[in-house]
T-cell receptor, first 111, second 114 residues
Framework: DAKTTQPPSMDCAEGRAANLPCNHSTISGNEYVYWYRQIHSQGPQYIIHGLKNNETNEMASLIITEDRKSSTLILPHATLRDTAVYYCIVRTNQAGTALIFGKGTTLSVSS | DTGVSQDPRHKITKRGQNVTFRCDPISEHNRLYWYRQTLGQGPEFLTYFQNEAQLEKSRLLSDRFSAERPKGSFSTLEIQRTEQGDSAMYLC????????????FGSGTRLTVV
């Protein structure tokens, strides 16, 4: 699996958009970009994933650059409950392939 | 089905003792994963089952570690002769095998070796 680079930490004011960047310059054509988050003392939780088109769901939006070498996870209106570690992972969709986590970005949302 | 369950939530043991953790996956998920997480690090992959077959083991899974998934249902992770370096959060996840978005993680078992 390709490696990803994320900033170690970011801050965001409550109610504002949180934009979390991820670099994955060595991503292969068949690899997807996945985002998970881990709230303190809980297991990671799936947020969103995409291949090359932008994606949106009830939790977040994912913007992938045209060359697919980077992406941004957007939480449109961050709340205190969004304080967590956010992991960007690239992997194929091959069944059974384990998710490989980096250190992620610690997002702190404050009021 | 309320998700992936792990038991116990916390375990304190003396160095040299054996410990066993249990994971109950989502019933219709045929794939089950074990991860270990230490403070400040992301989860590290340990091993993976498809039904009852253990298909992959990471180099982190030393010979003191053994995992089973009898009958393709719940799974156990045993650590023999525990060491202080084994202190970590042990996470279990299950998936239906349709890609990374299908992973559901449990809340983990926190092991402290004293």
């Amino acid at each position: 699996d390709a490696k990803t680079t994320q900033p170690p930490s970011m801050d965001c004011a409550e109610g504002r958009a949180a934009n979390l960047p991820c670099n994955h310059s060595t991503i292969s054509g068949n690899e997807y970009v996945y985002w998970y988050r881990q709230i303190h003392s809980q297991g990671p939780q799936y947020i969103i994933h995409g291949l090359k088109n932008n994606e949106t769901n009830e939790m977040a939006s994912l913007i992938i650059t045209e060359d697919r070498k980077s992406s941004t996870l957007i939480l449109p209106h961050a709340t205190l409950r969004d304080t967590a570690v956010y992991y960007c992972i690239v992997r194929t969709n091959q069944a059974g392939t384990a998710l490989i986590f980096g250190k992620g970005t610690t997002l702190s949302v404050s009021s | 089905d309320t998700g992936v369950s792990q038991d116990p939530r916390h375990k304190i043991t003396k160095r040299g003792q054996n410990v066993t953790f249990r994971c109950d996956p989502i019933s219709e998920h045929n794939r089950l994963y074990w991860y270990r997480q230490t403070l400040g690090q992301g989860p590290e992959f340990l091993t993976y089952f498809q039904n009852e077959a253990q298909l992959e083991k990471s180099r982190l899974l030393s010979d003191r570690f053994s995992a089973e998934r009898p009958k393709g249902s719940f799974s156990t992770l045993e650590i023999q002769r525990t060491e202080q370096g084994d202190s970590a959060m042990y996470l279990c996840a299950s998936s239906p095998g349709q890609g990374g978005y299908g992973y559901t993680f449990g809340s983990g078992t926190r092991l402290t070796v004293v």
